[in-house]
């Protein structure tokens, strides 16, 4: 692995990121404060889970990996050959360690606690001893950790729900990792699908509830079919208000819809956008994020 290193004026950083993913071959391109630990150091912060206000900083280094050292100095020599890159200055070209990058993340994470006796918990860290139910979970391609506040709050709806509810059929709408399928199953729920529009999303959630020792069917999203006792989708304020018509007709008379990946500011507009199918309201709420709980009629 071999890193380039590239000085940038900030109006060039998102153009240039681009065109190193895109066109130039870079494996990832990672942008960094050319005056990091300085006095000078700026901060650039946007709202939870949006991007920050800039693609990067008035004096940027971006740093792109390649798989070889001839493939990262015929990046720089393309990039230096361009008429409008006469502000970049090409930096360094050096080999980088081999690291497991997924391991070194995992290590990061440790139990969660979703209640006092439901936790996500690593495979590498022993469960705590109040813990009565416990999702295993590794963090890798696919979101859904147990760490987002979003997860955190739509596992612990189930399980403050799941003893009154039985859910017959549960549908995760948008599964990633498939975390939210398997604390459903857990809880007792019978025939959990998850579903997503990526593949690697579906494997992964299929791996990790035969790891935890629980049915889910998993796939695409055309394997969806009927109506569910409990719909969750845990994707963010956009595409939920696209998937608004598909996703209510999915709930059974009397069933629950649970919706996350909300902004607090956004609620007006989830529940104007459902507001044809049923009535959804706040549920929770949690470092700028919001749970929204709607029942659907049963006349």
């Not at 790891?211 to 939920?240: E, F, K, M």
Request: hydrophobic fraction near 45%; aromatic fraction near 6%.
């Amino acid at each position: 692995m071999v890193e380039l290193q590239l000085r940038v004026p900030g109006e060039w950083v998102e153009a240039l990121s681009d065109a190193l993913m895109d066109e130039l071959g870079a494996l990832s391109a990672s942008v960094e404060d050319a005056h990091a630990d300085t006095d000078a150091e700026q901060a650039l912060f946007g709202e939870p889970g949006m991007p920050a206000p800039a693609p990067g900083w008035d004096d940027s280094i971006i740093k792109a990996l390649f798989s070889t050292e001839a493939q990262a100095q015929e990046a720089a020599e393309l990039i230096q050959a361009q008429p409008w890159a006469q502000d970049i200055r090409v930096g360094t070209i050096e080999a980088v360690p081999d690291h497991d990058w997924v391991r070194l993340t995992q290590s990061q994470f440790t139990p969660v606690a979703i209640t006092p006796d439901f936790w996500v918990v690593p495979s590498w860290h022993e469960p705590p001893t109040e813990a009565r139910r416990v999702i295993r979970l590794d963090p890798g391609l696919a979101f859904g950790t147990g760490t987002h506040p979003t997860t955190r709050m739509c596992l612990r709806w189930i399980a403050h729900n799941a003893p009154t509810a039985g859910w017959p059929r549960v549908l995760d709408y948008g599964c990633g990792s498939g975390i939210l399928a398997i604390g459903a199953a857990l809880h007792g729920a019978q025939d959990v699908v998850g579903v997503d529009i990526d593949p690697a999303a579906v494997q992964a959630s299929q791996a990790n509830a035969l790891a935890n020792g629980v049915q889910v069917s998993t796939g695409l999203p055309d394997i969806v079919s009927g109506t569910y006792d409990l719909v969750i989708a845990n994707i963010l304020a956009t595409p939920l208000k696209l998937l608004a018509p598909l996703l209510w007709g999915l709930v059974r008379p009397g069933g629950h819809l649970i919706l996350a990946g909300i902004l607090t500011r956004q609620a007006p507009e989830l529940q104007a956008a459902y507001a044809a199918g049923l009535h959804i309201a706040v549920s929770s709420e949690e470092e700028g994020w919001i749970l929204m709980a709607g029942q659907r009629s049963t006349l």
